[in-house]
């Protein structure tokens, strides 16, 4: 059984169109989370939810919008979509808010391309 | 900015051999974690060390911190072909409640 599911796993798109990627996980956690990972493989935390609620917001571009319709789910939504938007964003999620003791699981990545 | 950097950045070695792999931070910290991400694939949490402990083990994995330093250590020993993957290391500090990651290494094990 999957426990991070991300959909879908490649998206390809022109400059200035609206995706959404899809999270969900089941493992019962009460905190998801969403990273960008650069062509460098940096990673970088974009926002994370606890219980549907926002806890961290980076300053990441107003187009990022996630919105977490239950504590399982935590969508990407992003509008106006450009070239330096293209990298592979990845959902996790975790047991506690923090990660002061908690591991946290990975979804397996949705690489965005832009055109 | 950033605040783990990993050294090296890539490193073959053959099976059978041990790799070592290192971290650095910037500021105090709660706990760091090590995560390992397959070609194409997500993190994987591999271990956790507290800013209380020095060493920690789990299987072949051998994970040190020095909080004098700011630096970390994973060691895996006896490396398999599996073990080839990108290895990161992540540190939590209480006053931002986030993980912060590190540049990663690239592990190649060579059968």
């Known amino acids: 059984d999957t426990a991070v599911s991300q959909t879908p796993k490649y998206l390809v798109t022109q400059m200035g169109n609206d995706k959404s990627i899809k999270c969900e996980q089941n493992?019962?956690?009460?905190?998801m989370y969403w990273y960008k990972q650069d062509s460098k493989k940096f990673l970088k935390i974009m926002f994370s939810y606890n219980n549907k609620e926002l806890i961290i917001n980076e300053t990441v571009p107003n187009r990022f919008s996630p919105k977490s319709p239950d504590k399982a789910h935590l969508n990407l939504h992003i509008n106006s979509l450009e070239l330096g938007d293209s990298a592979v964003y990845f959902c996790?999620?975790?047991?506690?808010?923090?990660?002061?003791?908690?591991?946290?699981?990975f979804g397996p990545g949705t690489r965005l391309t832009v055109l | 900015s950033q605040q783990g950097e990993e050294d090296p950045q890539a490193l073959s070695i053959q099976e059978g051999e041990n790799a070592t792999m290192n971290c650095s931070y910037k500021?105090?910290?709660?706990?760091l974690q090590w995560y390992r991400q397959n070609s194409g694939r997500g993190l994987v949490h591999l271990i956790l060390?507290?800013?209380?402990?020095r060493e920690k083990h789990s299987g072949r994995l051998r994970v040190t911190l020095d909080t004098s330093k700011k630096s970390s250590s994973l060691l895996i020993t006896a490396s398999r072909a599996a073990d080839t993957a990108s290895y990161f290391c992540?540190?939590?500090?209480?006053?931002?409640?986030?993980?912060?990651f590190g540049t990663g290494t690239r592990l190649q094990v060579f059968p």
């Open positions: 996790a999620s975790s047991q506690d808010v923090s990660g002061s003791t908690d591991t946290q699981y």
């Open positions: 060390i507290r800013s209380n402990e």
């Open positions: 493992l019962g956690h009460d905190t």
């Open positions: 992540a540190t939590y500090t209480y006053n931002t409640d986030k993980l912060i």
């Open positions: 500021t105090s910290i709660n706990n």
